[in-house]
């Protein structure tokens, strides 16, 4: 079964601290995609990245950087020097061959000034 | 461009009404999927439909739960009777293609109470 866990439900850091999104996620599939939305107290769900399972690269964007490790099943999210902007629920999702996505429970992060 | 247009924004209804949202997807996508979002039960996907032709509609949690899709910028999710229960955010999103490659676009969601 496909199934996405984001231990830390609710994370609180002051501004300009990094911090880091754990997600783990369970397949049996050998292609799948892992993605990154955020959702901001406004409500809304906005992607931020995608990655697929045969590329381990990591990448960076700005002030937001992933890292995915097979060998623990993990996709891992980091913010350096945080911003209260970053302040949103943040989920992790999981798509194989059926077109779905599978989301975790989110984890909640919010920048204290 | 824009993006997924989801309509109302908010619905506020007394159990055993009607009730119909509405999704209109980004132009030329042609899948597009309804999702439910709890507290208790976090994102759900209820239905999907690649070419306006219902895929998979294993996560509609009920008879009570209908969806469509008319044509290829339209949707509606209908609701009848209403419960209590159902209240949640209702998200639609779109996206490229039929592979699972490709990133889900969603709107900004209906937030609907049923009292």
């Known amino acids: 079964a496909q199934k996405v866990t984001q231990a830390q439900t609710e994370i609180s850091v002051v501004e300009k601290e990094d911090v880091t999104l754990d997600c783990v996620y369970e397949?049996?599939?050998?292609?799948?995609?892992l993605f990154w939305y955020k959702q901001p107290p406004s409500g809304e769900l906005v992607f931020l990245i995608r990655?697929?399972?045969?590329?381990?690269q990591n990448e960076i964007s700005g002030r937001y950087s992933w890292n995915f490790q097979k060998s623990t099943s993990s996709f891992n999210f980091t913010i350096t020097a945080s911003q209260v902007v970053d302040s949103a629920v943040y989920f992790c999702?999981?798509?194989?061959?059926?077109?779905?996505?599978?989301f975790g429970q989110g984890t909640r992060l919010t920048i204290n000034p | 461009d824009a993006g997924v247009i989801q309509s109302p924004r908010h619905e506020v209804t007394e159990m055993g009404q009607e009730v119909t949202l509405r999704c209109k997807p980004i132009?030329?996508?042609?899948?597009l999927f309804w999702y439910r979002q709890t507290m208790m039960r976090g994102l759900e996907l209820l239905i999907y439909?690649?070419?306006?032709?219902?895929?998979?509609d294993s996560g509609m949690p009920e008879d009570r739960f209908s969806a469509k899709m008319p044509n290829a910028s339209f949707s509606t999710l209908k609701i009848q009777p209403s419960e209590p229960r159902d209240s949640a955010v209702y998200f639609c999103?779109?996206?490229?293609?039929?592979?699972?490659?490709?990133?889900?676009?969603f709107g900004d969601g209906t937030r609907l109470s049923i009292l």
């Open positions: 999103a779109s996206t490229l293609g039929r592979r699972f490659n490709q990133p889900q676009h």
């Open positions: 397949t049996r599939d050998t292609t799948y995609y």
């Open positions: 990655r697929n399972s045969f590329d381990e």
């Open positions: 999702a999981l798509s194989w061959g059926a077109q779905k996505l599978v």
């Open positions: 132009s030329g996508h042609n899948s």
């Open positions: 439909f690649n070419n306006n032709v219902p895929i998979d």
